[in-house]
Structures are given as C-alpha cells and as structure tokens.
Nanobody, 123 residues
Framework: QVQLVESGGGLVQAGISLRLSCAAS????????IGWFRQSPGMEREFVAS????????YYADSVKGRITISRDNAKNTVYMQMNSLKPEDAAVYYC????????????????WGQGTQVTVSS
C-alpha cells in the first residue's frame, strides 16, 4: 500500500495558475499509475488526469484538456498537476490516487487515496 498526501490547493482568482502536488511514501511508487480526481459539493467524484508508471503516457478529462498538465518525478515520489487558466467550475477538493491498472482506469480501480486538497476559484 502507498500513502498519498496532496498539497498546493488554495483560493485563487479565475485565470490564475496553480500547481498541486501528490507526495507518496513507500519504495514502490514507480509501480503505480497515479490519477487525479476532484469532487465538488453535491457532485460525484470525477476523473481529471492520470499518468503512467514511467510518466510517458498521460490521459485527461475533456473538460481540462489543454489547461492541465500532469507529470511525475519518481525519484522524489511525487506527482504534479499544473492547472492553468483556472475557472470557477474547477473549484473542488482534488484527490490523488494510486492504482495498479492503466491511465484509463476508473476511480474504483485506484486502491489508495489521499485526503484531498481544496481548490477554490473566485470569479
């Protein structure tokens, strides 16, 4: 099992950029696909982006494609998500998750989750 801790959230104005980090403990970090998901009040958790074990393959939700970039540094056991041109509808709690599947896995296939970091976007 891998433990995940998200950071980097906060209150920002629309149009501003933000970088979230997902730090993992454990020596097997590079064996996991990492995904980012988000959840707004009253809404279901939705997929945002994912990255393969080595970082060569990434996958994005259509709603964020072109504005968000996911990357990872396996030497630092960390995954990053750069979010540009933030919109009010991007406001949510953002979670990172580790799984043994592929970048196309759904939330149920990710077995380890962080506690989340809040992103608030003011218009």
């Amino acid at each position: 099992q891998v433990q995940l801790v998200e950071s980097g959230g906060g209150l920002v104005q629309a149009g501003i950029s933000l970088r979230l980090s997902c730090a993992a403990s454990g020596r097997t970090f590079s064996s996991y696909v990492i995904g980012w998901f988000r959840q707004s009040p009253g809404m279901e958790r939705e997929f945002v982006a994912s990255i393969s074990r080595g970082g060569a393959i990434t996958y994005y939700a259509d709603s964020v494609k072109g504005r968000i970039t996911i990357s990872r540094d396996n030497a630092k056991n960390t995954v990053y998500m750069q979010m540009n041109s933030l919109k009010p509808e991007d406001a949510a709690v953002y979670y990172c998750a580790a799984g043994s599947g592929s970048v196309y896995s759904t939330a149920k296939d990710f077995g380890s989750w962080g506690q989340g970091t809040q992103v608030t976007v003011s218009s």
